[in-house]
């Protein structure tokens, strides 16, 4: 795992500039703090600069920016490949030499051997690159198939940079972007900035499983939109989800579990190879409990789990997460999480992900990444599970509503109206009087939930109310076409790895890990793992009310189920409880009415608003108040670093922005209202 960037100059552009590849590369020096390098070819105006998190190959045959062993390629590269140690000697038999056994050699042979198209397929893993064909004069920018591993690309006065982090691009003379509103919108209303856009103005992330090729003459006159335009898939995810549930498994259900089983075994195995020590988080949930077991299974020695605990019990999994490990025979490390831990990294979290980011669950992603890094350098983690198995409550949920959605638009969205109209509180009272205690899932703030999906225009627009705060979804460009599937709690999967998994998941593990300096595997989102539950009828991973049906089946051939059929909690945080005490007097400081008019971008009447209610007891808005505190607290980064964000937007329907002054303007995209 490392960090990359890169510049390619146009034709005409001034060579001196090249030399900012090297500050590019230390500003990622976090991300490779184990060595880097820089190679320059001034007369092709290209750049490669690398930071090195030594894995595999520990030796100097491992250092980055590497030649091929014909000296045709140069490539600067972020990641593992998982599955080329087999293809070394058919390589070897062709001719190829190898100096050391690091992946980027034999990545570099293949690519020689097969070109890039060719061989990409073949490779298992994640992965980020810039590959420089010296021949050709061609740079080509890779993503990996899911999008484990970042790559943003930006245009500045006749270079195209590209970086495994926003904040290398600083160290570029004449980077002074303006703040994209689109993306800001975006945080404010779900907490994460879509894959498809970046809180920049001219700059993009690669899309996971495509490539940019691109040569000098390619950049005179082009801009962001002529590049993107340019972007080619070498794997599609709607093709394999498409074809998957055309041709489904016919075996049964023992059989299924048996195939599964083996080849989870595989891809952890594979994913265990390093020359440094590796462990695993363990939160207590199925999909971490399964890959430390199947890591267990396959070590002489015990594997080394790690776990975040908190004084909350609402939230608390540590208990659960050391009960698996003593079951397992793991070395098991926990760290317990006090609101005052949180309160300590907040300072850090703009700098760590660069782009406004209000998932709460990064906090104990950070922690536990540091915690980690103290005994480990690699981590195995059982991300992915949710989105390939069907995991969250929407899934499930989805599947018990769906004949719903067939009744007409108007019908519901009286329904909807109705159920809304009452105020959590009230529904709560009406249900209680009833007689006897109503089941959990009849509470008042469910009852709201559930108008709010009924009120729904289309599948579009229930996916976004599932994943968004407030009142009113989302209104974000985040393209979500979605192949033929049979169901809607299919589709519902599908957008899910499409959006919220690259967008949120994947930034949020990769960010806490690699700031610091921790190697963080997932299994689960091997490609060869999503092809197969992807071939797996819903049936098998919706069933009684659960989602990872399949799964649990396979977690229950190593740990009783007494141990994990429990509520879904993973690293979520009791940040609600927080808010209202031990964090409530930094968050009224920046939610402050005069603060938010100096900062000039959200509604102070809507923001007091929900803090009221919230500090009341009368609504949970803890997730749309810690979006407005993390754009908050990212634009306090960026004037610390003597940056002052420049907005840029048009005159449109949207939240009521305001000047200085106290006048109103309104921008594009930006309504909480």
């Not at 397992?328 to 850090?348: K, M, N, S, W």
């Not at 009833?434 to 008042?444: D, F």
């Not at 008019?597 to 007091?608: G, H, N, T």
Request: aromatic letters at 6%; one cysteine or more.
């Amino acid at each position: 795992m490392c960090g990359i960037a890169g510049i390619l100059l146009a034709e005409a552009a001034d060579r001196r500039c090249l030399a900012a590849v090297g500050g590019m590369a230390a500003a990622l020096h976090h991300r490779g703090p184990d060595g880097g390098g820089v190679w320059t070819d001034g007369d092709a105006g290209i750049a490669l600069g690398h930071r090195r998190l030594a894995i595999v190959d520990l030796s100097a045959a491992g250092r980055q920016p590497m030649h091929s062993h014909g000296e045709r390629l140069v490539v600067t590269y972020n990641g593992e490949i998982y599955n080329l140690a087999g293809m070394r000697s058919e390589l070897a038999a062709q001719g190829h030499r190898f100096r050391g056994h690091s992946d980027t050699e034999i990545m570099l042979a293949l690519f020689e051997s097969l070109g890039v198209a060719a061989a990409l397929p073949r490779m298992a893993g994640m992965f980020a690159l810039g590959l420089w064909d010296r021949t050709h004069r061609v740079l080509h920018l890779v993503r990996d198939r899911m999008g484990k591993k970042p790559l943003y690309v930006a245009l500045v006065e006749g270079a195209l940079l590209f970086a495994s982090e926003l904040k290398a691009f600083r160290a570029v003379p004449g980077f002074d972007p303006e703040v994209d509103t689109r993306a800001l919108d975006a945080v404010l209303r779900q907490g994460w900035v879509p894959d498809d856009q970046c809180i920049w103005q001219g700059v993009f992330k690669l899309p996971p499983g495509t490539m940019l090729s691109v040569s000098a003459g390619d950049l005179a006159g082009a801009s962001v939109a002529s590049l993107q335009r340019r972007v080619r898939p070498w794997w599609s995810l709607a093709e394999v989800a498409g074809s998957g549930q055309q041709a489904p498994f016919g075996l049964p259900a023992p059989e299924l579990e048996t195939e599964l089983d083996r080849l989870l075994r595989t891809v952890v195995r594979e994913r265990m190879i390093a020359d440094v020590p590796l462990g695993a988080f363990l939160s207590g949930g199925i999909d971490s409990a399964l890959i430390a077991s199947l890591m267990q299974a396959q070590s002489a020695q015990p594997v080394r789990t790690f776990t975040v605990g908190f004084d909350d019990a609402r939230y608390d999994e540590a208990g659960a997460a050391a009960a698996v490990a003593r079951h397992l025979g793991t070395e098991h490390t926990e760290f317990r999480l006090t609101a005052a831990d949180a309160r300590a990294v907040i300072p850090d979290l703009p700098r760590i992900w660069d782009e406004p980011f209000a998932d709460e669950s990064q906090i104990p992603t950070l922690l536990v990444s540091r915690l980690a890094r103290q005994h480990v350098t690699v981590a195995l983690t059982g991300d992915g599970g949710d989105e390939g198995f069907g995991g969250y409550s929407r899934h499930v949920m989805s599947a018990r509503v769906a004949p719903v959605f067939g009744l007409p638009v108007a019908l519901r969205q009286v329904a909807a109206a109705a159920l809304q109209t009452l105020r959590p509180a009230t529904w709560d009272r009406m249900l209680r009087s009833v007689g006897r205690a109503p089941p959990s899932i009849l509470s008042g703030d469910n009852m709201q939930r559930l108008g709010r999906l009924l009120g729904a225009a289309d599948e579009r627009d229930l996916y976004r109310r599932f994943t968004t705060f407030g009142d009113r979804p989302a209104a974000t460009g985040q393209a979500d076409a979605v192949p033929l599937l049979p169901d809607l709690a299919a589709r519902l999967m599908y957008r899910d790895m499409t959006q919220y998994l690259p967008g949120d998941i994947l930034v949020k593990l990769d960010r806490a890990s690699m700031a610091a300096s921790l190697e963080t595997r997932c299994p689960l989102l091997d490609h060869r793992v999503i092809e197969f539950a992807w071939r797996l009828p819903t049936a098998m991973k919706l069933r009684g009310g659960k989602g990872k049906w399949l799964l649990r089946q396979v977690l229950g051939r190593y740990v009783p189920k007494a141990l994990f059929e429990r509520p879904k909690h993973g690293f979520n945080v009791p940040i609600g409880a927080w808010l209202k005490g031990p964090m409530r007097d930094w968050a009224g400081d920046l939610l402050a009415p005069d603060r938010l008019r100096r900062e000039s971008l959200i509604d102070p009447a809507y923001v007091q608003a929900r803090w009221r209610e919230h500090l009341d007891g009368r609504r949970d808005h803890a997730g749309e108040l810690w979006a407005v505190l993390m754009v908050q607290a990212w634009l306090d980064a960026e004037r610390s670093a003597e940056r002052v964000p420049q907005v840029a937007g048009t005159a449109d329907a949207g939240l009521a922005l305001h000047n200085a002054d106290g006048g109103a303007r309104r921008l594009e995209g930006i309504d909480l209202s």
